[in-house]
Structures are given as structure tokens and as C-alpha cells.
């Protein structure tokens, strides 16, 4: 009889976490059921508990990288200044991760909004809290919603241009160009 060590997490979150890291790493559609039960060690039966289909996986996916990557965005932006200026070096951090493989939503939208639209809508909410969290960096003033928005676009079309540089170095000078032209 197998006996679950203390410290291995439970099968659902296990589940999880494994597809965390392949469909980021990989992609959603270059990662299979069995790939993901193989590597997270639970049986067919056991995912399928867990995760009736891929499709409650990839929503489950994305609500968790929508809670942890926006803890560490704050996180960051906190620990760079907490102000407008502090989302080039939270970027930076980000860019110039070993990890980085852009925006889990931008490429979730790319790769299944046809197949699967309601992850345009969860990659909706996911950007509506990005804006929230540019905006608390801004001083109040008339059209900080609009300023917010811009920012965020800028800040999608830099992590896009971050994936396909050669260094992010680009991305980010951009994004401080922007910054510096829309807040005096």
C-alpha cells in the first residue's frame, strides 16, 4: 500500500499545479490529459474526480494564475515604489525571469478563444484587476481610468515584444517611454 508522504500535496492541487507549469511552459493545446496525469502521479480515475475534462482544468488553470500572478504583481509593484514608476522594474523582474512565457491570458485567448470563448472572458477580468492595480499607482486626477487603460495596453503590447526579442531590453524602454510621456 502506497502511503501519501506528509508533505506531497493533494491529488486535486497536484493536478493543478502540473498544469500550471505545462500549459505555461508548453501551451494548452501541446499539453495532454495523460501528460499532465503522468507527471502530477494520480491515476485516470483520480483526475477525472478532479477534473471532469480539460476544459474545467483550463478554467481552473486560469483562475489560479489569475490569483498568483496578480499577488506577485502587487507584490512587486510594492517592492519597486509603489508608484507609476515602479512598473518598469516589475516588468523587468518579470521579463527577465527564467520562466517568463508572457501573459498566460494573452496566450490562452490565442490558442482557444474559438474553441473555448469564456476564457476571453476570464482573460477580461483578469486584465479589468491588472488595470485596477496600474490605476491605484496613479495620482488622483481626471482620467485616471483612461490613463490606467492606456497603460495597460502598453503593457500587454510589452509583454508580447518581450516573448520574441532577444532581450526584453526593448519591451521595457517602450513601456518607460510611455510613462513618460503620459505622466508629467
Known amino acids: 500500500m502506497h502511503m501519501k508522504s506528509v508533505t506531497e500535496p493533494p491529488a486535486r492541487e497536484r493536478i493543478l499545479l502540473t498544469a500550471h507549469d505545462l ?4 501551451g494548452i493545446r501541446a ?7 503522468a507527471d502530477s502521479g494520480v491515476t485516470k480515475v483520480t483526475f477525472y474526480r478532479h477534473y ?7 478554467r481552473a488553470f486560469l483562475e489560479y494564475r489569475h490569483q498568483r500572478w496578480l499577488i506577485w504583481f502587487k507584490d512587486a509593484l510594492e ?8 512598473l518598469v522594474p516589475t516588468l523587468a523582474e518579470w521579463f527577465e ?6 501573459c498566460a491570458f494573452i496566450n490562452t485567448v490565442g490558442e482557444l478563444a ?6 476571453v472572458d476570464i482573460a477580461c477580468r483578469h486584465k479589468e484587476d491588472m488595470i485596477a492595480a496600474i490605476s491605484d ?12 487603460r492606456t ?20 519591451a521595457l524602454r517602450a513601456v518607460a517611454l510611455i510613462i513618460a510621456a503620459l505622466i508629467p
Do not use: C, M, W
Request: negative net charge.
Open 52 to 58: 471532469p475534462s480539460k476544459n474545467d482544468l483550463i
Open 151 to 170: 497603460l495597460a495596453l502598453a503593457i500587454d503590447g510589452a509583454i508580447v515584444r518581450a516573448q520574441y526579442d532577444s532581450t526584453p531590453a526593448n
Open 97 to 102: 525571469s527564467d520562466d517568463f512565457r508572457g
Open 114 to 119: 474559438n474553441d473555448l470563448p469564456e476564457v
Open 23 to 26: 500549459f505555461y511552459r508548453d
Open 137 to 148: 499607482l496613479l495620482p488622483a486626477s481626471v482620467g485616471v481610468e483612461e490613463l490606467s
Open 79 to 86: 517592492r519597486h515604489g509603489k508608484d507609476v514608476h515602479a
Open 31 to 37: 499539453t495532454g490529459v495523460d501528460r499532465i496525469i
